[in-house]
């Protein structure tokens, strides 16, 4: 035997060992470096329960994180790459994406709404999906937002609201004056339904990537049990993406998994007309 062929052998025979002597599980974590997608274990892969490679790429200057479930003894893997972050006081958190093997039949519930919001937007059923649009060239208004704010309201839905071009103080600002203004609640009233009903998020699309975002919904819709979920101003992601069938299949796999949940999904994002 070379002596090449003997140094790799060692480190099998190494394991293969510690298995005979410790009754547990052998999980072997690799990193690996910078940009590299393959790892050359050898035939310790045949001994391991579990073999996980922690990867990690540059994108548009940010440091995305993953690990790679490359074997799982026993166990299906339907997700093989997770995205995760590491979190002061917690260390490695996993974002585990929602992939949908499928759409579920769901019994959808009709929302309850103002005349004006159906004479606006037509009936409107638990999982449904929205897309609200205006022009690019014209300012938004604000009191597009009145139909959101009646269906949180009339149908007692928590509204998890994430945009790209307000920030969470702008946003709060721009609720309550609505609630003022247009639908005539003392001041007092309008805090207290911002309270109950709506969390904001802001997200910068130049430091975000999609994991990020999608952990943020998902989160939040597990934890408050969201019936509501907006995105604003999506189209300022479309130009920073990095990959965009990536993009559109982590996207088309949120909503899916958010109308499993029948939560209503409502999309802002300005067109080009032509």
């Not at 510690?18 to 590299?36: D, F, Q």
């Not at 207290?192 to 802001?202: D, N, Q």
């Amino acid at each position: 035997m070379s002596r090449k062929r003997a140094t790799k052998s060692y480190p099998f025979e190494f394991f293969y060992q510690m298995i005979n002597l410790v009754n547990g599980l052998l999980i072997v974590l690799a990193e690996m470096s910078i940009g590299r997608e393959m790892l050359d274990l050898g035939s310790i892969e045949f001994v391991a329960d579990a073999v996980i490679y922690l990867k990690h790429r540059v994108e548009r200057g940010l440091l995305l994180r993953t690990f790679e479930i490359r074997k799982l003894r026993g166990a299906p893997i339907n997700v093989v790459e997770v995205p995760f972050i590491i979190a002061e006081g917690i260390g490695i958190r996993p974002i585990f994406p929602p992939i949908p093997e499928r759409i579920e039949i769901i019994l959808s519930n009709k929302l309850k709404a103002l005349k004006i919001t159906e004479e606006l937007l037509g009936p409107l059923y638990t999982g449904d999906i929205i897309f609200i649009s205006y022009p690019s060239h014209a300012k938004e208004d604000p009191v597009s937002f009145v139909p959101l704010i009646d269906l949180s309201i009339e149908n007692n839905l928590r509204t998890l609201f994430i945009s790209y071009s307000y920030s969470v103080n702008e946003l709060k600002h721009m609720f309550s004056g609505i609630m003022v203004s247009e639908l005539g609640l003392p001041r007092e009233s309008a805090e207290r339904i911002l309270k109950r009903f709506f969390f904001f998020s802001s997200i910068s699309p130049e430091l975000c990537v999609v994991s990020r975002l999608i952990a943020i919904v998902t989160e939040f819709a597990k934890g408050i049990n969201l019936g509501i979920v907006v995105l604003h101003s999506l189209e300022l992601l479309n130009p920073v993406a990095w990959d965009l069938s990536e993009y559109w299949v982590a996207f088309f796999n949120l909503f899916t998994w958010l109308k499993n949940h029948n939560v209503l999904v409502i999309r802002y994002s300005s067109r080009t007309d032509n």
